[in-house]
């Protein structure tokens, strides 16, 4: 991971109760270590750092004095039999606020400093002009922080804002085609609102980050994670950094080619992960077939009830998923792929189809791939949200 501040990421102003921000260099590793990975004892953060006993507690010390790491007790060294102290953070000692814009909700989160939700709460956005979600955004923060009693607003570190969108590196919203937006300074207008810093990142990269500091990929250096959603969402991890190119946001697997049979995108292409995979996609689909509309949901438990003709829909959207998750796999070799977003329950109902085709479409020679299917709502995307304010609290960078 990276652990040092950028020049070109955006930072979070100084504030009160103890950023992380000031940290640098082996202290910064060590509270960035005991974060994800604590309680960790004195002998393994030595060794990890390649630092002696006497380094390691002086550069914890300030970390102890500061109230940000804390000593356990209970613990004993399984080789000495002695008893030992390992350094842990008090996860509840800072809290942050994510939320999830779609094209008509906000879907907000409370989480300690570890991502653990403590409170949900979500609002319906009826004005869909930067002033208005700003407002609605605002609002819903406020209801949220003082729906806990012990954290209020004063107990926010930070917000962390996430939509389908490209977002610029001051928190400027360039692009978000399903609210019309386009150059909305959304991170400064909240800040305004709020008094609090807030960090804005693409709804994916921070769904990205979220797996990889405190999710199903916590273990990996490279991974990929795809979503099936409203629309086709990918991420990567590359030697533990996340790839945060300007043209995050754009959708660039929407119009990947899966099926020349397939049906047309509104780009006219047949048959793209587009085209095949998302929930509209899907409905549409197999509405035709049993020639009355159908939800998402309808379709997926009708295809477990065994109805051919949603059996049939499901099975082709399955493998056209299966392909997908094969070329991310051929192409970028990860470690694993996670399988997310609100209609991944199609990868559980079509498994068979699905593990199918990627065994079709891949070397039999190479390792299977770890496929890792998460179940996530919008509280999930919203979680996402929330850790990108915590990393950038921490490490004074979203990246
Ligand atoms: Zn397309």
Redesign the pocket.
């Known amino acids: 991971m990276t652990v040092g501040p950028s020049a070109a990421a955006p930072t979070l102003p100084p504030r009160p109760g103890g950023a992380w921000t000031p940290l640098t260099g082996a202290a910064h590793r060590i509270a960035v270590a005991v974060l994800l990975d604590g309680p960790l004892p004195r002998s393994e953060l030595a060794r990890r750092f390649d630092l002696s006993p006497g380094s390691l507690t002086r550069l914890s010390r300030p970390l102890l004095d500061s109230g940000l790491l804390v000593e356990t007790t209970g613990a004993y060294d399984p080789t000495s039999g002695r008893p030992t102290r390992p350094l842990d953070v008090d996860e509840s000692s800072h809290h942050f606020i994510g939320v999830k814009l779609t094209a008509t909700t906000a879907h907000a989160v409370l989480t300690t400093l570890r991502a653990r939700v403590v409170a949900a709460e979500e609002a319906l956005l009826l004005d869909t002009s930067p002033a208005g979600v700003a407002a609605t955004v605002a609002d819903l923060v406020r209801s949220l922080a003082s729906e806990v009693a012990e954290v209020g607003v004063d107990g926010v570190r930070a917000v962390g804002v996430s939509l389908g969108g490209r977002v610029g590196e001051r928190g400027e919203v360039r692009s978000a085609r399903y609210l019309g937006w386009s150059d909305v300074p959304l991170g400064e207008l909240l800040e305004d609102l709020l008094g609090l810093p807030v960090v804005v990142d693409n709804d994916m990269l921070s769904l990205t980050r979220a797996e990889q500091w405190f999710g199903a990929a916590r273990r990996c250096d490279h991974f990929a994670v795809l979503t099936i959603g409203e629309g086709v969402g990918y991420g990567l991890v590359v030697h533990d950094e996340v790839v945060d190119p300007p043209d995050a946001g754009v959708g660039l697997l929407?119009?990947f080619p899966l099926d020349p049979t397939g049906p047309l995108?509104p780009?006219g292409?047949a048959g793209?992960a587009?085209?095949l995979l998302t929930i509209s996609a899907v409905t549409a689909r197999a509405s035709t077939g049993l020639r009355r509309p159908v939800r998402y949901e309808e379709v997926l438990d009708l295809a477990l009830e065994g109805d051919p003709v949603a059996r049939r829909v499901v099975d082709d959207a399955a493998r056209g998923l299966g392909r997908l998750v094969a070329a991310v796999g051929n192409l970028t070799m990860p470690q694993k792929v996670v399988l997310s977003g609100d209609g991944i329950r199609l990868a559980e109902v079509g498994r068979a189809a699905l593990l199918a085709q990627v065994a079709a479409d891949r070397n039999p020679l190479a390792s299977p791939l770890d496929i890792d299917v998460q179940q996530t709502g919008f509280r999930e995307w919203a979680r996402g949200a929330a850790v990108t304010a915590i990393r950038t609290f921490v490490l004074g960078t979203r990246a």
Do not use: K, N, T
């Open positions: 929407g119009h995108c780009q292409h793209c587009d085209s």
